[in-house]
Each structure stands twice: as structure tokens, then as C-alpha cells.
């Protein structure tokens, strides 16, 4: 059987919290999280989720979720930090 292939997506912070991968996942500039398919899939849906889909969701590649997390020294979770580099 073959393995799924993770799909990326920016989600908003309230849709990171409600998969419960708040604290284990990338946070982007603007409060976005860097999520996948199996982070979405343990959303719980209402009624009309179902039907319309969840808000605040936008698909991207891999290429630019590595980008997004280079890019800014984003860290998992809530907690901001300083670029690797000024770190060291």
C-alpha cells in the first residue's frame, strides 16, 4: 500500500487549534500555521463544514511551506524566536 503524500496548507490560528497541532507546528509571520492533510483530518465538522469546507484554509506546496519556515526562523508552536543565525 502506498503512503499518502502529505498536502500543505496555511490555516489560521483558530483552525490550528482545533487540530489540536497548535504547539507542534510551524507559525508563519502573519499568525498563520504550516499544517497537512493529516493535522486537517482531526477537525471534528459541523454541518455546514461539511458541506462549504473550513475557512481560513489556503493549499500550498511543499516548496513553500520550506520557504515560509526558512524564511522567517518560524519555531513550533505559540512562541516566537530570533533567526537561527542570531542565535548563534
Do not use: P
Not at 487540530?19 to 493535522?39: A, C, F, P, Q
Not at 486537517?40 to 489556503?58: A, P, Q, W
Amino acid at each position: 500500500m502506498a503512503e499518502l503524500e502529505n498536502t500543505h496548507y496555511l490555516a489560521s490560528e483558530d483552525i490550528a487549534r482545533r487540530s489540536g497541532m497548535i504547539e507542534s507546528r510551524y507559525r508563519t509571520k502573519d499568525g498563520r500555521y504550516v499544517l497537512n492533510n493529516r493535522d486537517l483530518s482531526r477537525i471534528r465538522l459541523s454541518g455546514d463544514e461539511f458541506v462549504t469546507g473550513l475557512n481560513g484554509i489556503e493549499k500550498i506546496t511543499k516548496e513553500d511551506a520550506d520557504a515560509l519556515i526558512k524564511d522567517g526562523g518560524y519555531t513550533l508552536g505559540n512562541v516566537e524566536t530570533k533567526d537561527k543565525e542570531e542565535q548563534e
